[in-house]
């Protein structure tokens, strides 16, 4: 875990965008993507933000958001929980008035972060070479407007996935599960027919800004 100072973050990006990974997909959002990630996924597409940021206080942060005209801020990242101050910031931007998701790679503890912020839960599959890393605790800590997520790259994902959710019960129906591929290694038809094939109520789930945006890695 990073350490700093009680009233800063280390920020590696900050971006006004199209939210693309959850329920919210499609609206308006402030991505506030923060450094710092204790698990090293085979796939991960947002590696640059291992390390990669600058320390910056509360107070400007509160500032630089309020600049956008938006009123729904993800905080994402690495893996927004890998910073002890997570939960103070999250707390700020509620009591201002905001939307707030975060999505986490289910590693930690979601329990520390206010029960109004939407988790967005990423239960590791097999092939991410991170499925021990997952904290299954986290279920009991989930709420109804939250998500869960499983990024599949291939057959055996998603039978993984598949048990899981047919083993573990919710505190939401199964469209806040969404079943995700990945994006280049998995074609979205193939993960369809075997959702369809199965009668999964699952959502499947695609990257909707690499469609609008398919060249740019950072956020737009």
């Known amino acids: 875990m990073i350490r700093m100072s009680e009233k800063t973050l280390i920020i590696n990006e900050i971006f ?7 329920l919210y997909a499609g609206c308006p959002c402030i991505f506030i993507r923060l450094t710092g990630c204790n698990l090293r996924c085979a796939y991960c597409d947002t590696a640059y933000a291992y390390s990669e940021g600058t320390e910056m206080d509360m107070d400007t942060l509160m500032n630089h958001i309020a600049s956008f005209p938006c009123n729904m801020v993800e905080i994402t990242g690495g893996e927004p929980l890998f910073q002890k101050n997570t939960p103070i910031l999250v707390n700020r931007l509620l009591s201002a008035g905001y939307t707030v998701l975060m999505e986490t790679n289910g590693s930690y503890d979601i329990n520390i972060i206010d029960k109004r912020c939407i988790k967005i ?3 590791k599959c097999p092939s991410s070479g991170e499925s021990h890393s997952s904290m299954y ?3 009991d800590f989930l709420g109804p407007d939250d998500q869960i997520k499983f990024v599949i790259q291939n057959r ?3 039978l993984f996935a598949k048990q899981f959710v047919e083993t573990h019960r919710f505190p939401f129906d199964m469209h806040h599960i969404l079943f995700s591929p990945v994006s280049g290694d998995l074609v979205p038809h193939e993960l369809a027919k075997w959702i369809i094939n199965d009668g999964l109520s699952v959502r499947l789930h695609l990257q909707l800004h690499k469609y609008i945006w398919p060249d740019v ?3 737009v």
């Open 137 to 139: 605790d986290n279920i």
């Open 217 to 219: 890695q950072r956020g």
């Open 121 to 123: 839960v990423d239960m």
């Open 156 to 158: 055996e994902d998603y």
């Open 16 to 22: 006004h965008s199209i939210q693309g990974e959850s």
